[in-house]
């Protein structure tokens, strides 16, 4: 069975409620039924009803096991102004400026999950990265103990011996662009969440990723992986972590020997964190089209509750997949 397809089954043994604050847009309202059929999740569409209804009707989508809330008509919605116009005062808002926010459909989603009224959300159908993501850090905020949010991948290299049989995760590739050390060790942390609640990897073992093993270079740029390692072993003991590694020394076990011979992962490791989020994304776009590695992701990491972006180019299958991730991180 296909790692997706062991997702959306493991999502089929939870009820949870997955807000889709793009409520109007096509392949959203299209992604209902597949979502209901196939018992992932309660969708809560955000929008006009009659106006998620009449766009429905002219997309032939069934949306009857949606429900649908209007914010600004919604009986929460004087509490979620209110609640963002304490969470944001201090950063200048108003009620006035809090009323029209809350007004934004992607706002009063991360309000809905921070207030346990959903469950998730999934959003970026046809906004940004940015856009989804900064209501969720301004109101989810981050996990206890993590103070970045990242964007991991996981890869599916077809016809791979390395990594967990061809699968690795891959972190950070979409969200902060340049992490501290501090913030490199944290990714290290939650992207073997990753690879264990969804990827189910038994033995994730995390590689610090750098131009340089071991001090065969010195830069400064290396200096930050070296106390990113540092960090992350002390921090999250349980955790098996070395660095800096090539990527090379890191995940293939005859130069993993040779250039790290005393690591416990070197040429083992499956969970690949990246010093910066230019050689991530690039990473993981040179995997995915140079190997036909399946990337799936971005999942967001470190959030209090979990939200998903997609991204703009989603079929109505992605919608679908990324809310059954999001129901098994919930
Ligand atoms: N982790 C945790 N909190 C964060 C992070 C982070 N990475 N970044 C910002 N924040 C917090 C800030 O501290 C701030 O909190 P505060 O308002 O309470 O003080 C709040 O979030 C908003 O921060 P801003 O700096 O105002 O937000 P900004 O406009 O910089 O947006 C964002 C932050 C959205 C993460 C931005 O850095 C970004 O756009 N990153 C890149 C996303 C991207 O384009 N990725 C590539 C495409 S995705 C792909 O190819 C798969």
Redesign the pocket.
């Known amino acids: 069975m296909s790692l997706l397809a062991e997702i959306r089954e493991k999502a089929a043994k939870k009820t949870k409620r997955i807000v889709l604050p793009e409520g109007t847009e096509e392949r959203t309202l299209m992604a209902v039924k597949g979502i209901v059929d196939n018992k992932i999740a309660v969708p809560i569409l955000l929008g006009d009803e009659s106006e998620i209804k009449t766009l429905a009707g002219k997309y032939g989508a069934d949306i009857s096991g949606a429900e649908i809330i209007n914010p600004t008509k919604s009986a929460n919605f004087d509490d979620y102004v209110q609640a963002f116009y304490e969470m944001r005062k201090k ?1 200048g808002v108003d009620m006035d400026k809090a009323r029209a926010t809350m007004s934004n459909p992607l706002y009063y989603a991360s309000m809905m999950v921070k207030m346990g009224h959903a469950d998730g959300e999934v959003a970026g159908a046809v906004n ?3 856009n989804v ?2 209501p969720a ?2 109101i989810i905020r ?1 996990a206890p103990g993590i ?5 991991s991948f996981i890869m599916i290299v077809p016809n791979c011996e390395y990594g967990d049989k061809g699968t690795f995760v891959y972190a950070d ?5 340049v992490p501290t050390a501090e913030q490199m060790a944290e990714f290290a942390k939650t992207s073997v969440e990753t690879a264990v609640d969804l990827c189910g990897m038994s033995d994730p073992k995390v590689g610090m990723l750098s131009f340089s093993t071991k001090g065969s270079a010195s830069h400064e740029t290396i200096d930050k992986v070296v106390e990113a390692t540092k960090i992350a072993q002390e921090r999250f003991p349980e955790l098996k972590v070395d660095g800096e590694l090539q990527a090379d020394a890191a995940i293939v076990p005859s130069v993993g020997k040779s250039k790290a011979p005393d690591s416990e992962v070197a040429g083992n490791c499956n969970v690949l964190i990246f010093p910066d ?1 230019q050689a991530g ?1 690039i990473g993981y776009k040179l995997t995915q089209r140079l190997a036909g590695a399946e990337a799936i ?2 999942i967001l990491q ?1 959030l209090d509750k979990p939200v998903n ?1 997609l ?1 703009r180019g989603c079929s109505v299958e992605d919608i679908i997949n990324v809310v059954a991730m999001i129901v098994v991180k919930a």
């Open positions: 950063k940004t990265t940015g993501l900064r850090l301004q981050t103070s970045a949010v990242s964007g590739c979409a969200v902060t662009p989020l994304n992701g971005p470190g972006d991204s």
